[in-house]
């Protein structure tokens, strides 16, 4: 394998897992978008795909439809759609339990210091970003925000060590 893989070489399936994240309507307002991007980035997620976006109310309630019977369902698709969301397909090494490591826990309270809830987080609701929760999750997350066609491949330099 050469030294510095061009965008056409084939993929490794190992480095390949891909998950959903958004980055909440709090964490864009409290401009925190750029360091919760650079924590993916650094542990060496590859963004392939993102867009800047306001949840419809429909999509909202597609997106947390497990929590429907919740009595904080209202809340969550009210403050959701409230104003504009950092929507990402990330990429790599187990990339769904990667990104909730580096989340923390969703109650920001529980959350160890060094997890993006744990530094940036002291609410429920807002709790700066949300990720999928498994493979199948992913999947079907991904699936609600982005098309075939929204996916961008190439390779980060650095990708070696990953
Ligand atoms: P998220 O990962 O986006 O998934 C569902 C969201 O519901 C969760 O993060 C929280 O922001 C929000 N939420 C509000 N109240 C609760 C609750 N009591 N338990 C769990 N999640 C809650």
Redesign the pocket.
Known sequence: MPEHPSPAAPKDPARAERTFVMV?PDGMRRGLAGKVLARYEEKGLKVVAARLMLISRDLAEKH?EE?KA?P?FP??VRFITSSPVLVLALEGRNAVQVVRSLNGA?KPWEAAPGTIRGDFAIA??P?VV??SDSVPTAQRELALYFRDADYLEYSRTDEEYY
């Open positions: 909440k947390y929590h919740k904080f809340e969550l969703t429920l609701t709790n949300h990720a």
